[in-house]
Every structure is written in C-alpha cells, then in structure tokens.
C-alpha cells in the first residue's frame, strides 16, 4: 500500500505543470553560464536588449499560468478529444467532449455540450481506469459552478489541500504546465529545476528570434547535453516563445522523461496562446504521454484540446 501511495502521489504530481506556476526567486544577475546567443540577439543587445533581464523574465513569468485561469474566467468553447492507446499503438479506448463556459457575476460553469466515450475508459462502477482521463476531465470539464480565479497568487495558495485526488490533479498541473522549476515530488521533483546550478550544468541553453502564431518572438530554449546521465535530469528539451513587445508567452514546447524502478514516463507538451479581446488564453494543447507503474495499469495517452469563440467578460 505504502508503494502505491507513493507511486499515485508521483504520478499526481506530475501535474502543477497545467495550470503551474514557472516563479522562481529571480536574479537578473544569476545569469546561467554559457548561453548561446544567435545574431538576432547579439544585434539586439547593441540597441539595448537585456538578456540577464530577459532571463529574469522567463523565470518568473506569470502570463503562461494567467492564460491557464482564463479558462475559468472568460466564457468561451472548448473541445476536447482523448485518446488511450495500447501496447501496439492501436486505440483502446476515448472520448470527446464540447463544452461552453458560461459567467454569472463572480461564479462559472462549464456546460457540457456533447459526450461520446469509447472502449473500456472506464470502471464498473463508473470512475475512470486511467489517471491521466479523469485529470484531463475534472481540468478541463470540471461539473459544477466555481468561483472566478482572480489571480495567480490565489491559485498557488490553495495548492496542497483538499482530498487526496485534488492535491493529485494540482500537483499534475505543476508538473505538466510549468516544467523548470523544482516540486515535493517523490523520485523526480528535484530533477526539474532546470535552472538550479547542478540541473543547469546539463543543459545547452539559447536565446534566439523567432515567429509563432503570427507574434515575433524571443525564444528560450533548453537541450540535455548528449553526456548528461539519462536519470540526471527530467527536462529533455524546453522552448518557450515570448512577445518581443508585451513579454508574453505566446506558445511552449517540451518533452520530459524518466526510467526508473518506481516510475517511468515519457510526455511531451505543445501548447499554443493568442490573445483574444486584449486577453491571452490557450487555444490549443497536445499531450503525447506514457506512463509506466508497477501495480497499475501502463497507460499511453493523448489529448487535444481547442478553445474558440472566446467573449472576454469585462
């Protein structure tokens, strides 16, 4: 029993990265050695760019979490599609929801629209066989009215209470959505902070220009270097696009993995922003993960969610 609580509480807590929280005490000059600069940005310093302070920036941002409580502030549609693969990459199970979000004052619901699941996705007595469906139902189409979020220090204060599968699913958006910075996970938490000195050392870093979804970008980026032991690190590539003007996190790419005798995953996360009416929301978000737990189930699991028709309540 002390194994399975062990394994669900690492396997939960692979979640503060969906709606997670990248703050980290930031140092403008704690500057991590060896960053690889392109042209763009070597040109840009001589006008005034400031990489130690863009650097600043990319560790404690909050637009990428604040777009994440957009979903439950704004009304808007959502469509959501979930796939459970087998061994032989064939469909075992799934399910696709539509759903709109409507406001009353402070308070929201998300009215379901349409549900079709397929294949076993669930027990008999109703609850999900898979971690990472019940995560991605209770996330995205929560039951029930809640209270508008109003920021994101809220939202980080009411993480660690709760029942046990409420701290599962916050600490599986911590560890999902907000990849860089350290968590009390069991086995893997202190692998994540990408920018503590001994995580940093294995990586290759760069800032570099660039265009997603139609917004110029300054790109961060960080590789494992190829010598860095495979259990060293979590983090396997990171690139991050901000707004060259607002700072704002237009989309993020990344892929985490680890093997171990306790826990082995493989996830790998794109997630693209726009704003809309003034607002920066997500519109779309794909999920490619494998998990492997002694005593559980093995699941492989992909999802796709979109958003649209976003009406900013003023």
């Not at 990248?22 to 310093?45: C, F, K, M, N, Y």
Request: glycine share 8%.
């Amino acid at each position: 029993m002390a194994v399975r609580c062990l394994l669900r509480r690492a396997v939960g807590s692979m979640s503060a990265l969906l709606l997670g929280d990248l703050s980290a005490p930031a140092q403008p000059d704690s500057l991590p050695p060896g960053i690889l600069l392109d042209e763009a940005v070597v040109v840009a310093q001589r006008d005034g760019f400031d990489v130690p302070a863009f650097m600043a920036r990319v560790r404690s941002d909050t637009t990428y979490q604040d777009a994440f409580l957009n979903l439950r502030r704004h009304p808007h549609r959502t469509v959501g599609e979930l796939r459970v693969m087998d061994p032989r990459d064939r469909e075992r199970a799934g399910s696709f929801r539509a759903a709109h979000l409507d406001r009353s004052g402070d308070v929201t619901t998300q009215v379901i629209d349409s549900v079709r699941e397929e294949g076993r996705l669930r027990q008999p007595d109703g609850d999900h066989r898979y971690l990472t469906a019940r995560m991605f139902e209770s996330l995205f189409f929560p039951d029930g009215p809640r209270r508008v979020p109003v920021a994101v220090a809220e939202f980080t204060a009411s993480r660690g209470g709760g029942p046990r599968f409420e701290r599962y699913r916050e600490d599986l958006k911590a560890f999902m959505f907000n990849p860089g910075e350290g968590l009390d996970v069991p086995i893997v938490g202190d692998k994540l902070a990408l920018f503590e000195p001994g995580i940093a050392q294995h990586y290759a870093m760069s800032i570099w220009s660039g265009e997603r979804n139609g917004h110029d970008c300054w790109v961060f980026s960080a590789d494992v270097r190829p010598e860095t032991p495979r259990d060293a690190v979590v983090i396997r590539t990171m690139d991050t696009w901000f707004d060259k003007i607002t700072g704002q996190v237009i989309a993020r790419e990344y892929r985490m993995s680890h093997a171990g005798i306790l826990l082995s995953f493989d996830i790998t996360m794109v997630v693209d922003l726009s704003v809309k009416e003034g607002v920066l929301v997500p519109t779309h978000v794909r999920y490619d993960g494998d998990w492997d737990l002694p005593l559980q189930r093995r699941e492989r699991v992909r999802f796709f969610l979109r958003t649209t028709e976003w009406a900013v309540w003023r």
